[in-house]
T-cell receptor, first 112, second 112 residues
Framework: TQLLEQSPQFLSIQEGENLTVYCNSSSVFSSLQWYRQEPGEGPVLLVTVVTGGEVKKLKRLTFQFGDARKDSSLHITAAQPGDTGLYLCAGDWAGNNRKLIWGLGTSLAVNP | SAVISQKPSRDICQRGTSLTIQCQVDSQVTMMFWYRQQPGQSLTLIATANQGSEATYESGFVIDKFPISRPNLTFSTLTVSNMSPEDSSIYLC?????????FGPGTRLTVL
């Protein structure tokens, strides 16, 4: 059973399009993090959301934490080829001895 | 944020041999983690490296196969023992807390 469902798994879009990635769970998380990983590199932390309903923006990326702290979304506006990569969500869940629960990842390709 | 380096960055090994991966952090950290990742997929936690005591392994991972050392607060090693092709993967070390983690660049291992 996957505790943190991430969708879509694959996404291929044209430059300039918008997209949204979702992470959903039936469990409540203390916080949720989003990472981006490029080939040959480790994941890089983009943002941590902590408060239910919280919205954080990082240039063209908008992150939202659900009111009940069970889900989160990442929205990219006007995607660019440099946004290409693997996006991972990870939740801090008290029931897992405070270790991170990882989504399966979204592989994004932005074509010029 | 912490700066993390890993050695080697990649290796090709023969079946039955062992490989030791090193992880060096530029500052003292309490928690260090070792993950395994298939290219383009999510992360699986192998173990938590504890300074001064034995590592804590996740279900499906055992000390005989993945011995870990943590001699001080800035360094850890993971050994992949008696390798088989199924061990081909990317191995990542990370540091931080359940709220935020920082990753090394990874070691890409291919077992023939």
């Amino acid at each position: 059973t996957q505790l943190l469902e991430q969708s879509p798994q694959f996404l291929s879009i044209q430059e300039g399009e918008n997209l949204t990635v979702y992470c959903n769970s039936s469990s409540v998380f203390s916080s949720l993090q989003w990472y981006r990983q490029e080939p040959g590199e480790g994941p890089v932390l983009l943002v941590t959301v902590v408060t239910g309903g919280e919205v954080k923006k990082l240039k063209r990326l908008t992150f939202q934490f659900g009111d009940a702290r069970k889900d989160s979304s990442l929205h990219i506006t006007a995607a660019q080829p440099g946004d290409t990569g693997l996006y991972l969500c990870a939740g801090d869940w008290a029931g897992n001895n405070r270790k991170l629960i990882w989504g399966l990842g979204t592989s994004l390709a932005v074509n010029p | 944020s912490a700066v993390i380096s890993q050695k080697p960055s990649r290796d090709i090994c023969q079946r039955g041999t062992s490989l030791t991966i090193q992880c060096q952090v530029d500052s003292q950290v309490t928690m260090m983690f070792w993950y395994r990742q298939q290219p383009g997929q999510s992360l699986t936690l192998i173990a938590t490296a504890n300074q001064g005591s034995e590592a804590t392994y996740e279900s499906g991972f055992v000390i005989d196969k993945f011995p870990i050392s943590r001699p001080n607060l800035t360094f850890s090693t993971l050994t992949v023992s008696n390798m088989s092709p199924e061990d081909s993967s990317i191995y990542l070390c990370s540091v931080g807390s359940s709220g935020t983690q920082y990753f090394g660049p990874g070691t890409r291992l291919t077992v023939l």
